[in-house]
């Protein structure tokens, strides 16, 4: 007979889960305690789990199958009815958020670190997602956070592993363990929002792909959907088998991390179109043949056409951005005359606007784009309804990318990132800004006269809530912007995140080099600043 027991536990410091939701090195969530002590809170805070069904799912990563049986066996020890559980632990997250819905389960919990990287000296992460499919609002996170610094226990059956190596289901505990294709719903969910038809005939008239899963969860989701469902050549998906390290790499789609590809678009042996997606499956990034897509960018593109895909025919009901997004969407937005929501970085804002029926598609220049099919950000379905575009147009990424900016104007845009940074001095510029605000108004640096600057406050037009000092913004007379903003997807130290984006209207040039068009705005962001003394750092770590 199975044995539940009651572990006596302390609370361990720094358990407040970010934007989306706990990441730390995965050496500190293998010390003694540490996860359980995480899943309990979770357990607790959401009013305990007795006769509820959850799903679970992860990227992968190191680590992954380990801790998916310590939650198989504490879900049950704290009376969970069922479990629905990913073929192997995996789920990507747009997969897991659909699975939450369709199953109307009460929530679920993905084991993943996202974009990070992965490996016994690398990151791990743990998240909740609640019965809506979207990751745990504030409310729940900060319920999360305080349970954690009073937990004095948790319970844990003394089992045996579950079999998750096969679809079926299974008992642990007195609770139903069901395991399940991981591809099959999400691919299914694919078919019904996009012209499959349309996209077979585009690559059987020879259009050309490639798509990098990074090693990384979309491998068997890209697999199945791009060349068995939709004809694509076999050896479209490169790097498609997941591994706990990620092959050594970052799974971060971004032109820094995915030189490779970017290198064989800018080339003469392109294909017409590639993508990349991340570790957990919620980021992309797009490119045609010599042309990078920004993320920005791609969100007001996909707004802009989103009608040729049947499940977006009958319009958009709105869009939304994060702050630091580039303003491309709600130049769309704005044409369409349709609203354009700005939100606070972190899916989960936008969470309130989808179930409210307020938007129709969202997204983040952190490389994630997504729409109301889920409540996540969703890399592949992004890469399909690009695919359902250039079907329907027939024209080169280049050439959309063109009549766009000749429409809209182009927002030229960048961000730099400084990571791992020495948190007193991030802290301290950030500090220094703030005090700044009320007298920038006027002032000019590097050329540039500040026309307005605020910390972003958010006032959520669903629920009323507030959600204060979400990144510092100066906007300068000339319709350029800076954004100055300290991430929560970090392990250790401080990343600081500096957004830059200039406007080119309709009839200015549109095909200058980003850094070029961008280098008066830099200039007057570390004038504004001073980065590099607060960082130490001459230059950012990454350039996006």
């Known amino acids: 007979m199975t044995q539940t027991t009651t ?36 357990f607790d805070a ?132 069901e395991v399940v294709d991981p591809v099959a719903d999400y691919a299914a969910l694919m078919e019904r929002l996009f012209d499959f038809d ?50 050594g790499g970052h799974p971060d789609p971004n032109p820094v991390w995915a030189a490779d590809l970017v290198a064989l678009m800018m080339g003469p042996d392109a294909p017409d179109f590639a993508a990349a997606s991340d570790g957990d499956g919620d980021r992309n990034m797009v490119l045609g043949r010599g042309v990078y897509v920004t993320p920005s960018d791609s969100l007001a593109v996909l707004a802009a056409n989103a009608t040729l895909a049947p499940a977006y025919a009958g319009g958009l009901r709105g869009v939304a951005r994060s702050m630091p997004t580039s303003r491309a969407a709600d130049r769309v937005a704005a044409a369409l005359g349709i609203a354009c929501h700005e939100t606070p970085t972190g899916w ?76 007193e001095g991030a802290n301290a510029l950030m500090d220094r800004l703030r005090a700044m605000l009320a007298g920038l108004p006027g002032q000019s640096f590097a050329g540039l006269t500040v026309a307005a600057a605020d910390d972003f406050t958010y006032h959520d037009p669903v629920d009323g809530s507030v959600s204060a000092r979400q990144g510092i913004r100066v906007m300068f007379a000339d319709d350029s912007r800076v954004v100055f903003r300290l991430s929560g997807t970090g392990t250790e130290g401080a990343t600081l995140r500096v957004y830059l984006e200039r406007h080119a209207a309709p009839g200015q040039p549109h095909d200058l080099d980003p850094a070029s068009a961008l280098a008066p705005v830099i200039a007057a962001a570390e004038a504004l600043a001073r980065i590099a003394e607060h960082t130490g750092r001459d230059a950012p770590d990454v350039t996006t």
């Open 198 to 247: 349309a996209i077979r005939a585009l690559f059987a008239g020879g259009f050309t792909m490639r798509f990098d899963a990074m090693h990384a969860v979309t491998g068997p989701y890209a697999t199945d959907i791009l060349e068995r469902r939709l004809g694509a050549a076999p050896g479209t998906v490169v790097n498609a088998t997941p591994l706990p390290d990620f092959g």
């Open 7 to 42: 572990i006596p536990t302390r609370p361990i410091e720094g358990q407040k889960p970010g934007t989306s939701g706990l990441r730390k090195k995965t050496r500190v969530f293998m010390q003694p305690h540490y996860l359980e002590n995480f899943v309990q809170s979770v």
């Open 348 to 423: 989960k804002f936008f969470g309130n606007l989808l179930d409210a029926g307020r938007v129709t598609i969202c997204g983040e220049e952190s490389a994630g784009t997504g729409s109301d099919h889920v409540r996540e950000k969703d890399g592949l379905w992004a890469v399909l309804l690009w695919l359902n575009i250039l079907a329907a147009r027939r024209q080169p990424v280049a050439a959309i990318m063109a009549e766009h900016w000749a429409r809209f104007g182009r927002d030229y845009y960048s961000r730099h990132d400084y990571e791992s940074v020495p948190a």
């Open 46 to 177: 959401i009013g305990g789990v007795a006769g509820k069904t959850l799903v679970l799912g992860g990227d992968g990563r190191f680590w992954n199958d380990r801790a998916a049986q310590v939650i198989l066996r504490m879900a049950a020890a704290n009376g969970a009815a069922r479990v629905i559980v990913g073929q192997g632990g995996i789920l990507s997250t747009p997969a897991a958020s659909h699975l939450i819905r369709l199953r109307g389960a009460d929530g679920g919990i993905i084991l993943s670190a996202s974009h990070n990287p992965g490996g016994l000296d690398e990151d791990f992460g743990c998240k909740f997602n609640g019965p809506n499919g979207g990751p745990a609002p504030e409310a729940v996170t900060d319920a999360i956070f305080a349970r954690s610094m009073a937990i004095d226990s948790y319970r844990i059956a003394e089992a045996q592993d579950a079999d998750l190596s096969a679809p079926g289901e299974t008992a642990l505990a007195g609770m139903a363990v």
